[in-house]
């Protein structure tokens, strides 16, 4: 039986099913994506969708995920390293974590006190401490996260995602962004199709009981389906003439879709129907605001995740602070942004698994980039893109682990440093998908989310 759908297995669903990886390439042919192509070399389970939870503005990695006793023993002296330029001046004396950390779980990884909640699923978490970007400053750091590139205008990894593997839901886009109050430095092009169809772009949601504009029925249902037939039959004849028009097509399915989901939206919207124990979970009834804004956004990505939608991605909630980029008090803006967001996203992983989600779901927490070891003035810390930590976990990824590492400061990546190109070949390698062979012809050339980048970090994946 087809569990999504409660009858016998359409030919679609036993392809997916039925033969690993090859069931997975075939379901993405017939999703129309006909330049996915499977891994040659496969995780022992692959993903079958993502969620990215997205730490706008820099989390430090010294203070969170890469302890380094050094800046304790040295706290307050001049660092004794050459340093570069950073993105501004006022470079400070070396700055100790106000937080301590512990070891936990079976792993004994390392996690600060930043994230209690974080802490207890140790054991799912793949801790990259060696990652680097080619940029130190927001906009462009952010362009090259998410779409592996440094400028705006081209197609964001979850584009790149919805276009190769195609949607699990015909009721909703393959690709949803949740707003949760603060839309990073670059703006919605961070989300963009580029120069993919319009379809794949991200769907932005807003907070509250109709996250998306305008999308609420008028009018007679039959009415309206009658108006979007007569349009279609307009774009078909205009396309007719035209011949082979992407952008037309792409016309044609946003307004189905969008057709589709003013029963589907309001739907998932409404969170009525969960438990009172669940929303304690994710935060929901907390004390601080921003907690129960992410913890909404959290739940919503799940009831997203389990109808099907292919890539969630999450922005952080506005704390009163400038995101994550705390160029001074440091101790105050991580704790009420790390307050924020801690327990919804214990609560994610916890659910995730509950449902057995996380068996073919890949979750993601990153920022554009890390921060320096030494102060920016006397209680700030600086931008760094030259060794930082992000982390992965669920299908395919080897939990209660680490991987790569910095200098005893946690400045430089010194042991396995990666680019964000080989986080998204990573990414894509989970999904089933080889990231040389995602491609798109444009512009008289065979483009994709690595450019000609990207190397998998098979020391983060199982088997």
């Known amino acids: 039986m087809c569990a999504e759908h409660g009858r016998g297995p359409s030919r679609r669903a036993f392809l997916e099913q039925g033969a690993l990886g090859f069931g997975a ?10 330049h996915a192509r499977a891994t040659s070399r496969r995780p022992r389970r692959i993903a079958r969708r993502v969620v990215f939870l997205y730490m706008d503005g820099g989390v430090s990695q010294v203070d969170s995920f890469d302890p380094k006793p050094r800046l304790a023993a040295e706290h307050g002296q001049p660092i004794g390293m050459a340093i570069p330029k950073t993105q501004f001046a006022d470079v400070g004396k070396v700055l100790k974590s106000p937080w301590d950390f512990a070891q936990h779980g079976q792993s004994g990884l390392w ?16 801790v990259i401490r060696s990652m680097t970007s080619k940029f130190s400053e927001h906009t462009s750091a ?11 205008g081209r197609p964001s990894a979850g584009a790149w995602i919805a276009y190769g593997l195609g ?23 961070n989300f963009g199709a580029g120069f993919l169809p319009a379809s794949f772009q991200g769907s932005l949601f807003e907070p509250g009981p109709t996250p998306v504009a305008n999308l609420i029925a008028r009018e007679d249902p039959a009415w309206q389906r009658r108006k979007l037939d007569l349009v279609q039959l307009l774009d078909r004849r205009e396309q007719a003439r035209r011949g082979e028009d992407a952008t037309i097509e792409a016309a044609i399915r946003n307004a189905e879709t969008a057709f589709r989901m003013q029963s589907a939206v309001p739907a998932l919207a409404d969170l009525s129907g969960e438990s009172a124990l669940t929303r304690r979970a994710y935060g929901l009834e907390h004390e601080y605001e921003p907690t129960r804004r992410y913890g909404t956004a959290c ?17 952080p909630p506005d704390t009163g602070h400038d995101r994550w980029d705390q160029h001074s008090n440091l101790v105050q803006g991580h704790a009420d942004n790390a307050r924020a967001v801690d327990q919804p996203i214990g609560a994610l992983l916890g659910d995730l698994a509950a449902r057995g ?19 920016q003035g006397t209680d700030g810390r600086d931008h760094n893109p030259f060794g930082f930590s992000i982390w992965l976990a669920g299908a395919g990824v080897k939990g209660g682990t680490t ?37 798109y012809r444009f512009d008289s050339r065979d483009m994709r989310l690595t450019d000609v980048h990207g190397k998998v970090a098979h020391g983060v994946v199982e088997g």
Request: proline share 5%; aromatic share 10%.
């Open 25 to 34: 390439l075939a379901y993405a042919l017939l999703a129309g994506a006909p």
């Open 111 to 126: 996690v600060s006190s930043l994230f209690p909640h974080l802490a207890a699923h140790a054991d799912r978490l793949a």
């Open 142 to 152: 952010n362009y090259f996260l998410h779409t592996g590139f440094g400028q705006q």
């Open 167 to 189: 949607s699990l839901d015909e009721d909703l886009p393959a690709f949803v962004v949740l707003n949760s109050g603060l839309v990073p430095p670059g703006g919605l092009d």
């Open 299 to 315: 739940l919503l990505a799940r009831r997203l995740l389990e109808r099907g939608v292919r890539f969630v991605e999450l922005t």
């Open 357 to 375: 989600l996380l068996d073919d779901t890949l979750v993601v927490f990153a920022s554009e980039f890390g921060r320096t070891p030494m102060a």
């Open 403 to 439: 991987f790569g590492a910095t200098d005893d400061y946690g400045y430089y990546a010194v042991e396995d440093p990666l680019e964000l190109h080989d986080l998204h070949a990573t990414m894509l390698h989970l999904m089933g998908v080889d990231h040389t062979r995602l491609t």
